[in-house]
Each structure stands twice: as structure tokens, then as C-alpha cells.
């Protein structure tokens, strides 16, 4: 049977791994590849490195750290950040990335899905997508350029219509970070992950809001997703992979031991 | 003469299986090279992407004959295991036909596709490749199109329905999943392949 997936996220700036607090106040945690090593021996299913510097600062970004993870690495792991296009992709591809995860550049040129899928097949294709419930509207609103500050912006997007537009274009995945529960622990945004799940026939992976195992049980029970992605939970070894696998199994969930 | 040679098929991603043959003690040739590719102890023909697009690369690089004349152990990877077989419904495509057999599109029942993640295997066979395989072990597996289950599957597994996760005969043989990512496990497949003889 296939098994739900635990996804330790990286998130990197100027090759060391990073997080802040929805999304602010980076602090730093340790080298990549040692981290990365760890994760992947620890039992971690998949990882994910989001360069989070890259989209939203414009700069060309050194990637050397892609094939340095490779070499190490015998678990799937996704690309993110900075990747504009099909030659991007490709670059990050050829070191050993099995995925690339697209976001901002995404928004800007929807078309740059279809290219990707095109390319490299549907399977490489993952799309992030930052998504962030507005109180005065009731609605969940995509967001863009999330990596720094400064720049954050809302787009036209509502989040539901983006999902539905990704996957027309041939998206392979998709990454659904909920904003308002970025960093603070309170559990995964578990109202709009059923509701994206209802629209979403590819994988769905949750992001945004682990702090107890308990909300990775309730994620994959209650929203159905196919992977739950987290930080600050595993970096800052609150939550143990081994231990979580084996309350995940207890409770029922399909899961790699 | 080379160990072990990984075909250049001009799909991305070969740094994995690259690496994860190094990781194993053996220092892997990637080659493009027909006389490299014939002199080799052992051929991994890797593959992502489609079909269609595959088989026109190797067609352009003249290999298709070179890969049909092997005789030496040969282990292809997903998309590389589908193209052992005859046909690929993907694109329609004619492929080695070194295994008969045909691919179609992963019937996942209603099931989310891609197929992708760790799955288990099912109808395990005693071959020399599955030494130490059992139905608790699970394998990472990225698809939407499958080889359809033959006297040739050396395991099975099940995403709405069943499909050959390796496929075997005679010098050659295939593998649905991506042993390079699939950790301890996937390890053990590369070095059975690595320690198969014929």
C-alpha cells in the first residue's frame, strides 16, 4: 500500500539551513548536507530544500550544494526557490534533484508549468503554492514573494482557482503552505487542506503548522493528504521521525516504517 | 574494459543512479558510446521522462542495436525498464522488445496519479536481483504508466491495480521503482545486480 509521506523541509539561505517565524526572523540551524544525511537516516521519506532568498531577491544563486546532497542522499528529494526556467530546471535536474518546486515564478508566468511538464514529465513538476486566509474577505488568498518581507504581496489568486489552473497546466504536485500556520506549532490548517484535497488530483502535500505528532495524525486522517511537510519540529528535535513513524502506524496510517 | 557502464540516454537525471552506483564501492562510466556500452561487465540503462522522447534519443545516438546485442547482465530504471519491453502506449512507441511485454497506463482505480511514493512489492520470485526482498519492504516509485503483469514479472505491485515492479529474462531485467531513492532497500537491489551472475 502506498505510504503517506514525512517531508523534512529545508529552508536555505546562502547554503546554510534556515527558519524563521511565519516566514520572518530566519535563524540558522546547521549545514545542509550533514542535515540532509541525517534526515534521510532518521527515516525521512523525502526532502525538500526551498532556497528562500532566491525568487525574491533577483540574484543568481550557487546551487553547487544540489549535487553535494545527491552524492549523500538515497531518498527523493525537491528543489525550490529561484528556479525561473526550463534551463533553471534542468541545471538542478542534471545534479541530482529528482524534482524542481516552482512558486513565484509560477504567478508570474503560469506557462512555465506546461514547459517543465513538457521537458522533464509531469513527475518533476511540483508547484508550491502560499496561501494565506484573509479575515476581512473569508477567502484564502495566494501570496507571492513570501521569502522576504518586504516584497511579500497578495496576488489576483484565490487559492482554490490557482490549485484548479496548476493542474490544467500540468502540475505533478503541490505543495499547499498555509501561511497562518507557518512556524507556530498550533497544527496544519486542516479546514482548507479537505477543502483543496475535494479539487486537487494530484499529490497534495501540507505545509504550515506541525508542533505535536498528534497534527500529523490528524493531517493525514482528517484531510487525506499524501505528505506532510515540517520544519522547525525536526530541526529543533521536538518531534523524532522514528517515534512519529511508529505512533503514525498505531494510529492506522499507511506509513514506511 | 568498464564495470559498470550507465547508458546516456540524454534524460536529466543520471547524477543519482551515478552516485548511488559509487556509493557501492564502483566507480560507474556514463557513456553514450556504443563500443564502451558492447565491452562493459555490466549496462544500467536509466530513464526519465517519455517514452517516445527515449527511444528517439537512443535512435539518434544509434545505440538501439548495441543495447538488442547485449549479452552481459543489463538493469533498466523505470522509465528504462519500460523501454526493455516491446511497446510503450505512451506516445505508441516501439521499444527494445529485449523482455515481451507491453506498456500501458497505470489503471489506478480512482487513485491519485502520478503514483508516486513508497509502495511495497508482491509476488516476490526467487531470483538473484530480489535476494533478501520481501513484501515489508517498500521502494520509491514515480509513474503514471506501467508494465502489464506477465510470466516475465519477477515482483508485482499494487496502485489499483497490479503491474510488474521488475521484470526479468535471461542477461536482462527491469525495475519499476528508482532503486537510487530508495534507501537501504533500493541499495540492495543495485548490489544483487552488481553481484548477478549469469
Known amino acids: 500500500m502506498l505510504a503517506k509521506r514525512l517531508i523534512p ?147 489576483q489568486w484565490l487559492t482554490r482557482d490557482w490549485v484548479a489552473e496548476v493542474q490544467r497546466l500540468g502540475a505533478g504536485e503541490i505543495v499547499l503552505n498555509c501561511m497562518n500556520q507557518d512556524g507556530v506549532r498550533q497544527g496544519y490548517d486542516l479546514a482548507q487542506l479537505k477543502s483543496i484535497r475535494d479539487l486537487c488530483r494530484v499529490p497534495l502535500i501540507a505545509s504550515g503548522g506541525a508542533g505535536t505528532m498528534q497534527h500529523f495524525t490528524e493531517v493525514f486522517s482528517t484531510a487525506d493528504v499524501d505528505g506532510a511537510l515540517a520544519a522547525s519540529v525536526f530541526h529543533k528535535g521536538i518531534i523524532q521521525i522514528s517515534e512519529l513513524k511508529a505512533k503514525l502506524i498505531a494510529d492506522g496510517i499507511s506509513i514506511r516504517p | 574494459m568498464a564495470e559498470l557502464v550507465i547508458v546516456d540516454t540524454g534524460c536529466a537525471n543520471i547524477s543519482s543512479v551515478y552516485f548511488a552506483i559509487k556509493r557501492l564501492g564502483v566507480e560507474p562510466v556514463i557513456s553514450a558510446d556504443a563500443a564502451i556500452i558492447k565491452q562493459a561487465e555490466r549496462v544500467i540503462l536509466p530513464g526519465v521522462g517519455t517514452a517516445k522522447a527515449a527511444m528517439h534519443n537512443l535512435a539518434e545516438r544509434d545505440l538501439i542495436s548495441t543495447l538488442q546485442g547485449l549479452q552481459q547482465p543489463v538493469l533498466g530504471i523505470c522509465l528504462g525498464m519500460q523501454l526493455l519491453t516491446a511497446h510503450s502506449m505512451e506516445g505508441d512507441v516501439a521499444c527494445l522488445g529485449l523482455i515481451p511485454g507491453e506498456v500501458a497506463p497505470l489503471n489506478a482505480a480512482g487513485l491519485r496519479l502520478p503514483h508516486m511514493g513508497w509502495n511495497t512489492l508482491h ?36 496502485y489499483g491495480s497490479d503491474f510488474a515492479a521488475v521484470i526479468g529474462k535471461d542477461n536482462v531485467a527491469g525495475a519499476q521503482f528508482h532503486p537510487e531513492r530508495s534507501g537501504k532497500v533500493g541499495a540492495r537491489l543495485l548490489q544483487n545486480f552488481l553481484e548477478w551472475q549469469l
Not at chain 1, 530566519?26 to 548536507?33: A, C, L, N, P, S
Not at chain 1, 532556497?51 to 552524492?71: F, N, P
Not at chain 1, 495566494?142 to 522576504?148: P, R
Not at chain 2, 526482498?133 to 520509491?140: E, H, I, K
Open chain 2, 123 to 158: 509476488s516476490i520470485s526467487q531470483h538473484p536481483l530480489l535476494k533478501g526482498f520481501t513484501a515489508q519492504d517498500y521502494l520509491y516509485f514515480v509513474h503514471s504508466f506501467a508494465v502489464v503483469p506477465s510470466q516475465y514479472s519477477l515482483a508485482q505491485c499494487h
Open chain 1, 9 to 155: 523541509c529545508l529552508d536555505v539561505r546562502d547554503g546554510k539551513v534556515v527558519k524563521g517565524v511565519q516566514f520572518r526572523n530566519h535563524e540558522i540551524i546547521g549545514d545542509i548536507v550533514p542535515l540532509a544525511q541525517r534526515y534521510a537516516e532518521a527515516g525521512a521519506d523525502e526532502l525538500v530544500f526551498y532556497d528562500i532568498t532566491a525568487s525574491s531577491d533577483g540574484r543568481v544563486v550557487d546551487k553547487s550544494w544540489v549535487r553535494r546532497i545527491a552524492e549523500v542522499i538515497d531518498i527523493p528529494f525537491c528543489v525550490a526557490g529561484g528556479i525561473k526556467s526550463v534551463a533553471d530546471a534542468g541545471k538542478i535536474l542534471e545534479m541530482g534533484a529528482d524534482k524542481v518546486s516552482i512558486n513565484s515564478p509560477a504567478l508570474a508566468n503560469p506557462q512555465l508549468i506546461a514547459e517543465l511538464n513538457a521537458t522533464f514529465g509531469q513527475q518533476c513538476v511540483v508547484v508550491g503554492i502560499d496561501s494565506f486566509f484573509d479575515v476581512a474577505s473569508g477567502q484564502y488568498q495566494v501570496y507571492q514573494f513570501t521569502g522576504d518581507e518586504s516584497r511579500t504581496q497578495k496576488t
